[in-house]
C-alpha cells in the first residue's frame, strides 16, 4: 500500500489504443511511439511524440504533433524534426527523442526541449550516447503557437565538466521541467553500457527557462527507483508535485512490466521519495493489450475531477508501439 499523501486508481481504459498500427494518419511510421507529451488547449489536445518511424530501429525517427477534441480521435498534424537513418560516427543529431513541451509565462512563448544523440562507435556502434538538450521555440507567440513552428534557439543540457558518473554514456536523455517558485527544474537520464549499468535519473535545476541550467549532485541520483526510471514529468496537483516516469518490473535489470507506470509524490518538487506502480491497464480483458507498458506522456486533471493520462506501450505479439489512454482518480 502507497504511503504517498496522493494516490491514483484506475478508472477505466479503453479496449484498444487510440492510435494504433492501422491508424490512417500514421504516414508510414513503421514501429509506433515512445517518448513525449501531451497538453490541453482552448481547441483540444495536442500531443507531441516520438516515432520510431522506420529502420534503422531506434534511429529513423520523427518527432511529430498530432491533434485530438477529445483524446479518442486522432489526427497527424506534421513532422517537427526527422533523421535519415544515417549512422554517421560523430553526427550529433543522428537520432532524436522525447520531444517536451513546456508553455513559458515569462516570454508568453511555447518553448519545446528534445534530445538529440551521436551514435555509439566499437562496442556501442549505433547506441544513444553523448544526449544533448536542445530548447527550441514557438515561432508564434502566445499560447495559440503550441503547433509550432518552432526554432532551434540552443542546447540547455550535455555532458561536460560538470557530468556526474552515474550518467554514463547515455547521458543526458529526456528533459521535461516544472516550476518550482522562482526556479525551474527537470529531471534527465543516462545509462552506461559498458560495462552495462542501471538507467537512473537526477535533477537540473535553472532560473528561467533558457538556463542556465546546472546539475544538483546533492539530489543525485534521484531515489526514484533502484534499477530504471525514464522520461519523467511532473504535474502539480493540489499542494503536491506528481511525477510519472516508465519504470521496471523489480529485477536487478529492465524486466518488462505489462501494466504500470512508476509514480511519485513530492511536498515541494524537490526531494522525491522512491516510486511505487500505478496501474494504467486493467490486469485481465480487452483493454489489457500492452505486454511492456513504456512512457507516460503526462496527467491531466479534467473538470469532472478524473486524471487522463496518455502512455505507450508495446502491443501483444507485434513489434508496434501504439498510444494508450487511461482514466485515472484519486482514490
Sequence with gaps: MSTFPLTFRLVDAPDQPVIGPDHPDLDGNKYGFEGGCFVKEADGYHAFMAEIADDPFNVRMRLAHWHSPDLRTWRRVGTLYETD???IPGDTRFSLWSPM????????RWNLFYV???PGEGVIHGQHTNGRIWRAISTIAGRAGVGGP??????????DAESEPWEGQQATDSFYPWRVGAQWYSFYGGHNYVPPGPWPVGLAQAPALAGPWKRCPELNPSPLEPVFAENPLVTRVGAHFVAIYDNCAPGDTYIPEARHIG???SADGIHWPKGGNLAVQP???PAQWSEDIRTPLGLIAEDDGTFMMLYTGKLRGHKFWPVGLARLALA
Design 150 to 159: 518552432y526554432r532551434d534557439v540552443g542546447i540547455v543540457l550535455q555532458p
Design 116 to 118: 538529440a544523440y551521436t
Design 263 to 265: 509514480y511519485s509524490v
Design 101 to 108: 513541451v513546456v508553455f513559458n509565462d515569462d516570454e508568453q
Design 85 to 87: 537513418s544515417s549512422i
Design 283 to 285: 490486469p485481465t480483458g
